[in-house]
């Protein structure tokens, strides 16, 4: 089973996502020019250490119970949510991806500098740039999926309600997650690079 790859140049965050990552409520809030420029300064900073790369596989759905989705791939995901939420799918999607690892270097050096709050807002911007690229990617499978007649359910990733991140090296080892530089801790499964995201996306007939 071989792994689809995916890379893109760069991957830009939308402004929204990464003001609400940072606990911006417009509804409660009054955002002042200042700010405002800083946090777009900081996602155009970001833009040179992104190097978003990612991998999926696609399995057939071999089993389903009350608690547990089993793929034709081996991989078993003991989750009562994750069952209800694939309840009807057919097949799914194993995915991982990340934007490396130079951004975080750059946000530990910053904040080793005593710039928190710029290391403060590339945090941010890096979280939403990983979960920009896993939209995207989500995005392109849907429609390729549509013309099979299928669409998506929403995704799921371990550390997501019930779904614990012990399956992280299984994913990884299916995926082959090493060719984009991407592992996990042995001992607590945090994934590294840490700005990287491994989920599974359920495919059911429209």
Do not use: H
């Amino acid at each position: 089973m071989t792994a689809r790859y995916f890379a893109l140049p760069v991957i830009k965050p939308g402004l929204s996502d990464v003001l609400g990552r940072l606990g911006y409520n417009p509804k409660k809030t009054e955002l002042d020019d200042r700010t405002l420029g800083l946090v777009e300064g900081g996602i155009s900073y970001s833009m040179p250490y992104n190097k978003p790369v990612g991998l999926s596989v696609d399995c057939l759905v071999a089993g389903k119970g009350p608690e547990s989705v089993t793929l034709d791939c081996g991989i078993v995901f003991r989750s009562k949510r994750l069952a209800l939420i694939m309840k009807n799918c057919v097949s799914a999607t194993v995915l991982a991806c990340t934007i490396g690892s130079a951004l975080t270097g750059e946000i530990v050096r910053l904040t080793e500098e005593g710039e928190i709050s710029r290391a403060v807002i590339l945090d941010a911007a890096a979280s939403e740039s990983v979960e920009a690229f896993a939209q995207y990617i989500n995005s392109v499978l849907a429609r390729e999926k549509v013309l099979r007649n299928l669409k998506p359910v929403m995704r799921f990733s371990p550390g997501y309600g019930d779904l614990k991140t012990d399956i992280q090296p299984e994913i990884l080892k299916l995926l082959g997650a090493e060719k984009i530089g991407l592992t996990c801790s042995p001992e607590n499964f945090i994934l590294k690079p840490e700005k990287s995201i491994t989920a599974i996306i359920g495919w059911e007939s429209k």
